[in-house]
Every structure is written in structure tokens, then in C-alpha cells.
């Protein structure tokens, strides 16, 4: 990190907090890895977190959002200004194949996007402004709020920590997402859309079957699957705005019985992406229409579902100016990148914006031989990233507190 570090941690003596600290937070993230708990499942996880926060001092809430966890810290009463943090738990249904020491030790369940790590940064920050003395949170005229939310990987846990109340009161909410395009000890911000909105898609394709020596006399189901799933790509780039990015990936297909046997029945499962709001509102009824001509076209019928998963994560300007000139003191300009374009991933972040501001930046997590894609079976993000995003987010919560209120806290005597 070339020896930066926040002067305004350093001030508080948050910055020798933090070297104390980290060799335990890489223990206890490595815990978190090699006990991986899917979404909605994040018990053991959540009960950890719930500890460590308690024995901080935080006053904690468990079982917000089925397994989510809320905790507070601060001046409470009428009018006190809340900021809120956002780190999320779950893992994915994949077999490990790292090779790490600290490899998942549950079978088909790995932490592939990094939540792990995400939830010790945001118990990292916990500790660290636990550190400060109540003379120095009551300077600073504000109270923290931390989300440890679930099932981010199924796009659920958002809705469902913002239905139980874990948004109410919230002035302005902070979030952070590993991102492996990233050198370790870089971050990426991006004022306005940051990911896309997100869909979820369901065709089933209705033929007639048959033996496999005479198709003429049946309707195939899979030669008109195949017919939908290259149809749709041609169609998007035909019939929809170029300079609206539309994605649609199909990632599982199941149908037939037998080799020497017409599939009567196909289905196809796959996701929707778009950057746009308004077009993206529009998409189900524009896949319906043209799913359904296809098929009819071929002589088969459809059925088609569309579940809207998420909007897209806006990052509101005057807060990611707020992370950026954070991160340029922990990190340096040179550190901190503006990114040029937004993500087409989804990010259920954006359900806990609705009515209040907020924003998410990218931590780099790339070692000097790379890192693999979010979702491998082989990630491994460089764990110095830890460090990283602690300061970032705790220098991002210090502005903004101190910027709401009062000038920010002298160091204790």
C-alpha cells in the first residue's frame, strides 16, 4: 500500500487498530472459506458475525431478512443522521478447484464471488470504529448502521432485509464488490449505473414426438429450441436499439428421452440483461412475442415465464465523489480508477436504494499472476484487498458522518 494510510485514521489511531487486528481478520476470513453456506442457509455465518459485532460492542439484531444480521453504533435519538454499510455472506453451488489450503470443505459449495471477503471487510470496519472512544462518536453526530445481508447470489436478500426494516431511517448507504479486472490495492468507482437490470427467463418448447428415423412425422422440440435460442440473438441485434445493450444468455437446457427418440418437450432457462430501465419493462413482452413466433413458425407452441431479479445499482454522484476522494487519501490518485463503463451483472444492492442514496464501488483483488473470473471455480482474490477495503470504507462512513453533522472528531487525548 506504500505505506499510505488515512490521515484521519491515523488521527484517530484507527490506522495501529488495523495492523492489530488484520492477521485475525485473514484467520477469520479463511474460516469463512472453507465453511461456505448457500443463499438463504448463511446460519453459521451469521451467528459469527453476530458474535464478533457483540463483542465489539455494536448493539446487534439477528434473523433480519431470515439470516441477515443489522447492527448500530452511535448516537441514537430524533434527527441523529444514519449511514448504513452493505457487505453481503452467501456462497455458490460450485466445487472448489483453488488448490488453496483453505479450500471449501463442503462439497459442491465454494465462495466464488467473494462475499468471504466481503464480510470481513465489513467486520473490519465494525472493529475499527468500535476503537473509537464514545467522546469521538459523539463528535461525529452520526450512527452507523451494518447490513450483513443473504442471498445475494439469488437476488432475494436485499427484498427481504428492506421488508424486515433494515432500511428505514438510512440517509445514505455504502456498498463494496470485489472486482478481479483489478489490481489488489486499486478501486473503481462510477458515478450513475453501475450494473444492469436483470431477469430471469423461462421458455418451454411444445412439439410433437416421434421416431428418430422420421422426423417429418413429428415436431422437434430441440431443432426448435435451437431455432429460439440463435432466433432471440438475431433478433436483438435487428430489431432492438444498438445503443442499448441487450443480453440474453442461456445457461441450462433440458429435453428428450432417448437417443433415436423426436424430443417433444424442451426447456430453456436463461438470464436478461439490460441497462436500461424503461426498455427493460419492456423486454418481457418483446421475448414473448418473438419466442412465440418462432416457435409457431416451426409448428411448435411455447410457454414463456420472465422474473424480474433486479433493477439496475445507481451510484449516486455526490457519494462516489465522496469514496473517491476517500480512496485517494488511503490509496493515492493514481489508485483510484473511474470506470469507463458499467457491468452488465446484477447486483441485488440495488432493492436497498429504493428511496435512499447510495453507492457501491469495485475493490481490486488481482495478485500479481492474475485472478480468475467471478464465478470460477479457481478464484482466489489476494487477500491484501482485506486491508484495502477497510480503509476505504471506514475513511467513506468517517466523511460522510463528519460531513453530516460536525467537523470531525479530534484524536482522544
Known sequence: MNGLATPVLEKLGLEASLQEALPDLIQLRRHLHRHPELSGHEQQTAALVAGELRRWGWQVQEGVGRTGVVAELGPSGEGVPLVALRVDMD?????????????????????????????????????????????????????????????????????????????????????????????????GVRSGSLTAAAGELEVEVIGEGGHGARPHQSTDAIWIAAR???????????????????????????????????????????????LDTELHAQLPAWIEDTVQALCQ???????????????????????????????????????????????????????????????????????PQGCTPLHSNTFAPDEAAIAVGIRVLTASLLRWMAGSSQPAPEPAP
Request: with cysteine.
Open 297 to 367: 413458425g416451426h409448428g411448435g407452441q411455447a410457454r414463456v415465464r420472465y422474473r424480474c431479479i433486479s433493477p439496475p445499482v445507481h451510484n449516486d454522484p455526490e457519494l462516489t465523489q465522496l469514496v473517491a476522494a476517500a480512496a485517494t487519501e488511503v490509496l493515492g490518485a493514481s489508485q483510484v480508477q473511474w470506470l469507463d463503463q458499467p457491468s452488465l451483472g446484477a447486483e441485488d444492492f440495488a432493492h436497498l436504494l429504493e428511496g435512499t442514496r447510495g453507492t457501491m464501488f469495485r475493490l481490486g483483488v488481482a495478485g
Open 91 to 187: 456462497a455458490l453451488p460450485i466445487e472448489e478447484r483453488s488448490g488453496l489450503d483453505y479450500a471449501s470443505i463442503h462439497q459442491g459449495l465454494m465462495h466464488a464471488c467473494g462475499h468471504d471477503l466481503h464480510t470481513v471487510v465489513g467486520l473490519g470496519v465494525a472493529q475499527l470504529l468500535a476503537d473509537l472512544d464514545q467522546r469521538q462518536l459523539g463528535q461525529l453526530g452520526a450512527r452507523v448502521r451494518l447490513l450483513f445481508q443473504p442471498a445475494e447470489e439469488t437476488a432475494q436478500g436485499a427484498s427481504w432485509m428492506r421488508d424486515a426494516g433494515a432500511m428505514d431511517g438510512v440517509d445514505a448507504l455504502f456498498g463494496v464488490h470485489v472486482f478481479p479486472s483489478l489490481a489488489v490495492g486499486t478501486v
Open 228 to 274: 429460439v435460442v440463435s432466433g432471440l440473438q438475431e433478433a436483438i441485434s435487428r430489431r432492438l436499439d444498438a445503443l442499448q445493450p441487450v443480453v440474453v444468455s442461456f445457461g441450462r437446457i433440458e429435453g428428450g428421452k432417448a437417443f433415436n427418440v423426436i424430443a417433444d418437450h424442451v426447456r430453456l432457462l436463461g438470464t436478461v440483461r439490460c
